[in-house]
């Protein structure tokens, strides 16, 4: 077993190098589908480089960023929907959701063990002993998901769809639509990605209307759409200028702030969910919890109009 992971690493090391060999620079004159051939090549060589971690999982964070560069790839997939054949983009999602899907078990467990850990420490007496029973039960969980994660990754089909994504991604022509001559279009990144961007933005300002009264279904449609725009602007970075790293990190904090009220929200429910598999008294420990954490929604609530504020700015 031992070999095999190994023989593994190897590989992956060398398929990252020569995929790197690959990279070449945005140029503004591109044409779209060779620029989203360059930024989904390069989030791809990130999840590569994140797999063997996640497998291992002696650092939490290889899941979670491997997570972010699959999130990059189906948004960038999604941004270019018409610059590709649907066929080819849907092949290609249905794989990065495959791989989503089962690292999310396993992210979602992390998190859950690393806070309720956290809460722990804070705990004495039988609160602290029931606390410690229900880390327990999480971690079997884990172990459990992180074995499906590496059964999707050691598959076949996993190994296949690898391989035709890095064609894909190698090859300029592979997947695009076929163009007219008799039609002019726009087609460089300098004529298409403009018109994208303040899309998504508008996307994101159309909540201004709606936020006196904003629930937290609201706030989560609208961390969505921060998380589209920063993921747009983030894929082409390199081609917007100095500020670009300035207003990818305005657009993190406030989706941040946003993320943390649906983290509250999003950890009530699975929490309750897990309920039902613990016995007696362990759900005390659970319920303390959760309202510690419920505790941070009003202050969360309060500050989130001056965060909104500072975004929504001129400046």
């Not at 929907?81 to 992390?110: A, C, H, I, Q, S």
């Not at 589209?228 to 300035?246: C, E, I, N, Q």
């Amino acid at each position: 077993m031992v070999v095999k992971e190994k023989d593994s690493v190897s590989t992956q090391k060398e398929r990252i190098a020569l995929l790197n060999e690959q990279l070449s620079p945005l140029r503004l004159d591109d044409p779209m589908p060779e620029a989203g051939r360059k930024v989904l090549l390069r989030e791809f060589i990130r999840v590569l480089e994140h797999e063997p971690g996640s497998r291992i999982g002696e650092d939490m964070q290889h899941v979670h960023k491997m997570r972010v560069a699959i999130r990059q790839l189906r948004s960038g997939f999604a941004l270019l929907k018409d610059v590709y054949k649907p066929r080819k983009v849907r092949e290609f999602n249905d794989g990065l959701r495959t791989v989503m899907r089962v690292l999310g078990e396993v992210r979602d467990l992390d998190v859950m063990i690393h806070d309720l850990s956290a809460f722990h420490t804070t705990l004495q007496g039988e609160d602290a002993r029931l606390m410690a029973e229900v880390i327990e039960l999480l971690d079997q969980r884990r172990v459990v998901a992180r074995e499906n994660l590496i059964r999707v990754l050691n598959s076949k089909s996993h190994r296949a769809f690898i391989k035709r994504f890095t064609r894909f991604l190698t090859s300029s022509e592979t997947g695009q639509p076929s163009a007219t001559m008799t039609t002019i279009v726009p087609f460089q990144v300098r004529h298409v990605l403009p018109p994208m961007i303040y899309a998504r933005l508008a996307e994101v300002r159309a909540y201004e209307t709606a936020l006196e009264q904003a629930d937290t279904e609201t706030l989560h449609d609208l961390r969505i759409q921060f998380k589209r725009l920063r993921y747009t602007v983030s894929l082409f970075a390199d081609l917007l200028g100095p500020h670009a790293k300035t207003f990818i990190q305005e657009l993190r904090t406030v989706q941040d702030h946003l993320g943390r009220l649906n983290d509250i929200s999003v950890a009530r429910q699975r929490l309750l969910a897990l309920m039902d598999d613990l016995e007696g008294d362990q759900t005390n420990a659970l319920w303390l919890y959760i309202h510690h954490i419920e505790s941070e929604q009003p202050e969360l609530l309060a500050k989130f109009p001056a965060t909104w504020q500072h975004f929504n700015s001129r400046t």
